[in-house]
């Protein structure tokens, strides 16, 4: 079962950039790090949890959601087993519960990702907090 921990959220001015961490672990040789797809989420009290920023650890392919386009980019190194999100230009919107999770592509990010079911284990979450 994989684990999965968020660490980097906090306080940041609008305009500024701050960098999501994401420490995956409990890989075994039938599922390895080259199968999964992490997917980096946010969720607002009232909404549901929505899919950002996805990347294909098996070939590196990524999916933004238009809001973040442009904005953040989202990274993964298979040495250390950690998938990042770099945040540059936030805005007071982008408060959030931040979390990643990881799925099995099943057909392409596009279609996979902006939907938190198409994903099993997941963190905790770390809050992003942008004010003016």
Known sequence: QLQLVESGG?????????RLSCAV????????????VIGWFRQTPGKEREGI???NNGDSS???????????????????????LQMNSVKPEDT???????GILTSTL??????ARY??????????????
């Open 62 to 84: 990524k999916y933004y959601e238009n809001s973040v386009k442009g904005r953040f980019t989202i990274s993964s190194d298979g040495a250390r087993n950690m998938v990042y």
């Open 53 to 55: 920023a996805c990347i």
């Open 110 to 115: 596009q279609f996979m990702c902006p939907v």
């Open 25 to 36: 672990s409990g890989f075994n040789s039938e599922l390895p790090w080259n199968s999964w």
């Open 96 to 102: 959030a519960i931040y979390s990643c999770a990881a």
């Open 119 to 132: 994903f099993g284990p997941k963190g905790r979450g770390t809050q992003v907090t942008v004010f003016p």
């Open 10 to 18: 906090g306080l940041v001015q609008a305009g500024g950039s701050m």
